[in-house]
């Protein structure tokens, strides 16, 4: 049996029934981030003045993997013009593209969730912290290295933005025997980082997702296109959707997170 | 496809090329906006999510095609802006609404 309406529109509702489904979908998803975003809203309306932190990421970084994101938005649509247009061939480069981009952007925040994880908060027994990234951390020996600064107060580590002049970072050798307490910057660490690593983890999963429907249509699905090309067509412009929702929730996470 | 039709189409792809620079300068301003100190940071704020906005009805105007799309999907969308904004308004009302004797530092 032949499924309906996958090229040709339901006469009630005008459109052929992927879209109408992609679209209850996607109105599924608005509501998903909306309640993450207004988790974080929440979280920094209740933040204690001075403990929101600013100026934690790498802006960019961070620039860098939007702009991978838009150019990949491009590379989706003409894709699917390619399409529309019979020109196989052009669709193929556009969504090769399409993939590396969604690869390099998983790249890049891969690089940036390393970095966090390689950021220790170091409380010492005399009440001072050091705050830096791991150099060397033998569980053998009896010293950690971090490459950082020491603070007094623990509200200098939230605003890096205000601070002045710039911090340097040296490289501090804390003997073991001096350490209260060491975490290293994950989700646990505080709420900023959790609904940080929250938001921007989902949205990964969610750039995974579509490049693995995207890939599956440059591969083995695109041999639907010698045998129903229409359908093939809508299918791509299916997969677009869900790509450009995709970069739609990072234009807000980018400034929501990196810089405001 | 016909000659007219093709045409037409190269017409819809270079509007994809104009919308796309947009949204290059789009990232670029919201960055350079963000050094800009306005006096307020509630202004940085709004500033930031205003370009946000635009950039975001350029990719969902003209990428996802909601600027000549079929009234159903219109319908589907207006309900989903409703919960949405229902959905901040809670977030608002909820700000400031402590249960009694909750420590707030």
Redesign the interface.
């Known amino acids: 049996m032949d499924i309906p309406y996958t090229v040709e529109p339901r006469p009630d509702?005008?459109?052929y029934n992927a879209?109408?489904g992609i679209?209850?979908f996607l109105?599924s998803e608005?509501?998903l981030f909306?309640?993450l975003f207004?988790s974080y809203?929440?979280l920094r309306?209740?933040a204690?003045e001075g403990y929101w932190p600013r100026g934690w990421l790498n802006?960019p970084v961070g620039?860098i993997n939007?702009?991978v994101l838009?150019?990949s938005?491009?590379t989706?649509?003409?894709a699917w013009?390619a399409c529309?247009?019979?020109q196989f061939g052009r669709f193929k480069v556009f969504h090769a593209c399409t993939l590396l981009l969604a690869m390099t952007f998983v790249c890049i925040k891969s690089y940036e969730y390393h970095d966090k994880f390689m950021h220790y908060e170091i409380t010492l027994t005399d009440g001072r912290i050091a705050d830096g990234h791991i150099v060397s951390n033998d569980p053998k020996a009896d010293h950690v290295v971090i490459s950082g600064r020491y603070v007094t107060d623990r509200k200098d580590l939230y605003d890096l933005e205000e601070r002045k002049p710039p911090h340097h970072h040296e490289e501090i050798t804390i003997p073991r025997s001096q350490i209260e307490k060491m975490e290293r910057y994950g989700p646990w660490h505080n709420t900023y980082l959790a609904i940080y690593f929250t938001l921007t983890g989902l949205h990964a999963l969610h750039v995974i997702g579509g490049a693995i429907v995207i890939g599956f249509l440059w591969g083995p699905g695109s041999k639907m296109w010698e045998t129903d090309p229409e359908r093939f067509t809508n299918r791509v412009e299916i997969s677009?959707?869900f790509w450009?929702?995709v970069?739609?929730v990072w234009?807000?996470l980018?400034?929501?997170l990196y810089?405001? | 496809?016909t000659a007219e039709a093709?045409e037409d189409?190269t017409h819809?792809?270079r509007r994809?090329?104009y919308?796309?620079y947009a949204?290059?300068f789009g990232?670029?301003v919201?960055?350079g906006a963000?050094y800009i100190p306005f006096g307020h940071?509630s202004v940085?704020?709004a500033v930031?999510?205003v370009?946000?906005c635009g950039?975001?009805f350029l990719?969902?105007g003209f990428?996802?095609h909601l600027i000549s799309e079929?009234?159903?999907?219109y319908g589907?969308?207006a309900?989903?802006a409703c919960?949405?904004l229902g959905?901040?308004f809670?977030?608002l009302s909820?700000?400031g609404d402590f249960p009694r004797m909750t420590v707030t530092?």
């Open positions: 509702t005008g459109l879209k109408v679209w209850l109105a608005v509501m909306g309640a207004s809203i929440l309306v209740g204690p802006v620039t939007t702009l838009i150019t938005s491009i989706t649509v003409m013009a529309k247009m019979h677009g959707l450009h929702f970069d739609l234009i807000f980018f400034p929501v810089l405001i | 496809m093709h189409f819809h792809v994809y090329l919308v796309f949204l290059l990232t670029l919201t960055v963000s940071h940085n704020i930031a999510l370009i946000a950039k975001a990719v969902a990428f996802m079929r009234k159903m999907i589907l969308l309900f989903t919960f949405f959905l901040m809670l977030t909820a700000y530092h």
